[in-house]
């Protein structure tokens, strides 16, 4: 075995619920745009000589489940460089924290995901192709030129034909929504925390098991009816809706209003 399988790391970016292990760490595996900036990093060394190594670990064990961890490229670099700090007992209990608060079933993109972490782990380079790449993966997932130079690089998905973020017009739309829940929710008089601009497309992620734009077109309705919802709660949303005003457009209203401009 060369490397961790993508069995594996599918399981692994699932239970990692798509965040850096490291606690507090803010920093997402993939990004909404579909950056993928997290890092496979082993708790056990894979090479003699590298942190926390074991030479009596057989080669499956070293890139086993059991033996990996996903964490941001920052911190990745930090427990490496400090291993005495970061001791196995450590790393093994990073991860198992995480897993018992973002795990979740494994669900298709992950398959993606797992895919694109090895390349970048393999030092995969692909250069000079004005084409499409096709990703090895059940159902043919069809992206553009994905240039991956070096193991440090971050490595783009753009999202597939059939799900939002494919379709101009619904994932503008979405961004819409999105745009209008936050400005309205970040203005609410009784917020006792600080704002979390991102909360709303993790929670997003978490009711329908994908980043919205990854999600199938199939969604889009229920996605348009849950970010609508989440609106229409605010407390100036409300105040709007007693004033006889709406707080966001439909998707055919605001389809014909960005045509228009475009068309100015």
């Given amino acids: 075995m060369s490397g961790p399988s993508e069995?594996?790391?599918?399981?692994?970016?699932?239970?990692s619920g798509n965040a850096c292990a490291f606690p507090d760490c803010?920093?997402?595996?993939?990004?909404?745009?579909?950056?993928i900036t997290g890092e496979i990093?082993?708790?056990?060394?894979q090479s003699k000589g590298g942190p926390r190594y074991r030479a009596s670990q057989t080669e499956q064990e070293r890139h086993a489940f059991e033996n990996l961890i996903l964490l941001c490229?920052?911190?990745?670099?930090?427990?490496?460089?400090?291993p005495d700090i970061y001791s196995v007992e450590v790393l093994e209990e990073m991860k198992a924290v995480q897993e018992t608060r973002f795990g979740r079933p494994e669900q298709a993109s992950d398959a993606i995901f797992a895919k694109l972490l090895l390349n970048a782990k393999r030092v995969v380079e692909i250069t000079n192709n004005s084409g499409n790449i096709?990703?090895?993966?059940?159902g043919a997932i069809v992206g553009r030129t994905i240039n991956v130079s070096t193991y440090r690089k971050a490595v783009h998905v753009h999202p597939a034909a059939g799900t939002i973020g494919a379709d101009q017009n619904a994932s503008r739309y979405i961004q819409h929504l999105i745009s209008r829940y936050n400005e309205f929710a970040s203005k609410e008089p009784t917020r006792a925390s600080k704002f979390s601009y991102g909360a709303i497309?993790?929670?997003?992620?978490?009711?329908?098991g994908a980043q919205w734009k990854l999600l199938p077109m199939s969604a889009f309705a229920d996605l348009c009816t849950y970010l609508q919802t989440r609106i229409d709660k605010t407390r100036f949303a409300k105040l709007n809706k007693s004033n006889g005003?709406?707080?966001?457009?439909?998707?055919?209203?605001?389809?014909?209003?960005?045509?228009?401009?475009?068309?100015?």
């Fill in 7 to 15: 069995k594996t790391v599918r399981r692994l970016f699932a239970l």
């Fill in 201 to 208: 497309s993790k929670n997003i992620e978490h009711k329908f």
């Fill in 134 to 138: 096709v990703v090895d993966s059940p």
């Fill in 73 to 82: 490229r920052r911190h990745h670099k930090i427990i490496d460089t400090e």
């Fill in 26 to 35: 803010p920093s997402p595996i993939v990004e909404t745009e579909g950056t």
């Fill in 245 to 264: 005003h709406s707080s966001y457009s439909s998707f055919t209203k605001y389809t014909q209003e960005m045509q228009s401009r475009m068309e100015r």
């Fill in 41 to 45: 990093c082993h708790v056990r060394a």
